[in-house]
């Protein structure tokens, strides 16, 4: 799958919020890219773990999405297999998804277990896959077909999580 990509900013000068979707190119160096930024303004924002589950019920609750794959910012296999158990569940019984999300809470607030990336996707009736992730470091990478609509949701809730709402 070829992912459009983008890095959400904080931008207090946008007539949109504060929050800002700037295409990525993997083609720029992403330092490059981050200082480029910068100097119009943008200050990049990071997904903390309780963003990303703000993010990962608004996109899977509501739009009926489903995680299929979780990257830990550090590599522990006992806790990626538990955490690629959950997945599977909650694919095959959405009360599962809960659990799922009482995982990801304890390990970010107990373990110190940070998100690297969430993969998610849906499925439609009229066969169209959206599939997109979400980086901590606040990079998305959506589907061309899906990138503007799904950008602009999430930056919605990444904005309502970066004022307390």
């Known amino acids: 799958m070829v992912f459009s990509k983008a890095k959400l ?32 303004g943008n200050k990049q924002i990071i997904i903390t773990s309780d ?3 703000n993010i990962i019920r608004k996109v ?23 955490l690629d158990k959950l997945i599977m569940q909650v694919q095959n019984n959405a009360a599962y998804f809960g659990d799922l999300i009482e995982k990801i ?6 373990s110190s277990i940070d998100l690297a990336r969430v993969y998610m996707k849906g499925h439609f009736s009229n066969g169209f896959t959206p599939n997109l992730y ?29 004022a307390g709402w």
């Open 9 to 40: 900013f904080k931008n207090n000068q946008s007539s949109h919020g504060t929050v800002c979707v700037v295409p990525y190119n993997d083609n720029i160096e992403y330092y490059t890219f981050l200082k480029q930024q910068r100097e119009v």
């Open 51 to 53: 963003i990303m589950i």
């Open 60 to 82: 899977c609750l509501e739009r009926k999405f489903h995680i299929y794959k979780i990257v830990l910012a550090e590599e522990d296999s006992e806790i990626e297999y538990e």
């Open 105 to 110: 809470q304890f390990l970010s607030e107990q």
């Open 134 to 162: 979400v980086q901590a470091n606040g990079i998305l990478g959506v589907n061309s077909e899906s990138f503007d609509e799904l950008t602009q949701e999430i930056s919605t809730v990444v904005e309502r999580c970066l």
